[in-house]
């Protein structure tokens, strides 16, 4: 058996392994678009390193666009195998992907409309809505912690990871030989004290071990309360300097864990009397799903359940579909709270708050999640940047830039390190690293080796190892 590393590969987006069984048959474990790198990743995403009609099942770890983005590239191309993933997995990409369809045309229309200026020629989108809605008829929605058999020789078992809604470790046992091989993929690892999701699960003893490895050199702040340090900054930004408070926020998860801090604040009598705005239609489409899938919650969710029936809403929040609604933003004058994506700030409605807020002293642009290294959320961040170009155009930065920590979807390298630790170091022949940048990835390795992991690979993009 050969495992292909074509996407994540020393770098954060696109996630895509190959698994080729000494029989032909090809397992593609997520299918990521690439992403934060401007018109480059336009090559990158459709210059794939395989044929899509040839894979037979894509194993999905989770729903995120870096994991799943480019399934309708691959179905507009031929692809017509199995897309097999969690129940809520499945749900969320039956919005997630219509949207970033809807996206691509749009761009493309900008992108499009540059060309001609140039005199050059017109380009088709990637993929569009209408492939993004076709590929849903190949998806399989399998539950936590069942077997799964795809075949006489492959089963796959969904543990969870704690990392959003129906996120997953894939487990998969392939027989070769008459010989059982225990294949695990962590996707994305959470962390233990989620807001809303129950906590990462130990998974099942694997052979070979796929990893990510996003903050492999990084801690997070000690446990501290972010709840009230979230007031804090509402307080000081909405009530103290009476500005805009601006949250970039990934429409699947981080949106609904500050939605969800911000209805206890509300409960509490703690949130200043001022407006929420959820601008996002993928984020009110989103919250819905969170609300069909009360087993994914932890203890705390549930048993704020039992006396308030909607966690995801309260008097003066407020979520926005229309166009029209969010442009009137721009002209609301009174302090409030957005909270729009995504959350690199890379692309939808939330590039055009922080250019229309970044230059006004009383608004603050909180960033709750991992960017990038080359996305507008990452450079935004730079110590003592002055100005920052977005849609083309310098703006002067006057807001106060700041983030929390506390919110990120991702475990410090002292938490992923505990969650593997379910594994016995000295059955597991090869550790891959991916989902990471290479630095990153070098630190991560040493700490690893020092809990007893060996043969720790760091694969290069379209490298290839035989496994047996």
């Known amino acids: 058996m050969k495992i292909k590393f074509i996407g994540a590969a020393r770098e954060v987006t696109g996630s895509k392994h190959l698994v080729i069984t000494n029989e032909g048959k090809k397992i593609l474990l997520d299918c990521g678009m690439f992403q934060g790198k401007g018109m480059e990743t336009d090559s990158m995403n459709r210059n794939l390193g395989f044929e899509p009609s040839e894979i037979d ?163 997070h702040p000690a446990e501290h309360d972010s709840k009230m340090e979230l007031l804090q900054i509402v307080e000081d930004t909405c009530v103290t300097r009476r500005g805009k408070l601006i949250i970039p926020s990934f429409s699947i998860g981080r949106t609904q864990e500050i939605i969800y801090v911000l209805n206890e604040l509300y409960n509490e009598g703690k ?42 809403g309260f008097n003066s929040l407020h979520y926005i579909k229309k166009v029209e609604e969010s442009k009137k933003l721009n002209d609301y004058q009174k302090p409030c709270i957005i909270i729009s994506s995504s959350g690199m700030m890379e692309a939808g409605r939330i590039k055009h708050h922080v250019a229309n807020n970044v230059s006004d002293a009383r608004n603050t642009i909180l960033v709750v999640g991992y960017c990038s290294p080359s996305s507008l959320g990452a450079r935004i961040q730079e110590p003592g940047l002055k100005e920052i170009s977005i849609f083309g155009d310098m703006h002067p930065i006057r807001a106060t830039i700041t983030r929390i920590e506390a919110f990120s979807g991702h475990g410090d390298y002292q938490e992923m390190i505990k969650f593997l630790s379910c594994q016995n170091t000295a059955d597991v022949k090869t550790l891959f690293l991916v989902h990471g940048e290479y630095a990153t990835q070098q630190t991560y390795s040493e700490e690893l080796a020092k809990v007893g992991f060996k043969n720790i690979e760091i694969p290069r993009a379209g490298e290839e190892f035989e496994v047996s």
């Open 57 to 219: 099942h894509i194993i999905l770890s989770h729903a995120h666009i870096d994991h799943s983005g480019l399934i309708p590239y691959l179905y507009h191309n031929g692809f017509r195998g199995s897309v097999i993933c969690t129940n809520a997995t499945r749900d969320l990409c039956s919005i997630m992907l219509p949207d970033s369809g809807h996206i691509q045309e749009m761009d493309n229309k900008w992108f499009n409309k540059k060309r001609v200026k140039q005199g050059l020629h017109e380009v088709e989108p990637i993929y569009n809505q209408g492939d993004a809605e076709k590929c849903m008829e190949l998806f399989i929605g399998v539950a936590y912690n069942r077997r799964f058999r795809i075949s006489s020789k492959l089963n796959v078992k969904f543990t969870n990871s704690g990392h959003m809604l129906g996120s997953s470790v894939v487990n998969l046992e392939i027989i070769e030989n008459g010989k059982k091989i225990h294949l695990a993929y962590t996707g994305d690892i959470g962390r233990q004290h989620n807001k809303i999701l129950q906590p990462p699960m130990p998974f099942p003893p694997c052979d070979y071990l796929i990893a990510e490895s996003t903050y492999g050199n990084r801690l």
């Open 271 to 312: 949130l200043p009397k001022i407006q929420v705005f959820v601008d996002s239609p993928l984020s009110v489409n989103a919250t819905e799903i969170f609300r069909l899938h009360p087993e994914c919650m932890n203890k705390e969710v549930k048993d704020t359940l039992k006396y308030d029936d909607d966690v995801f």
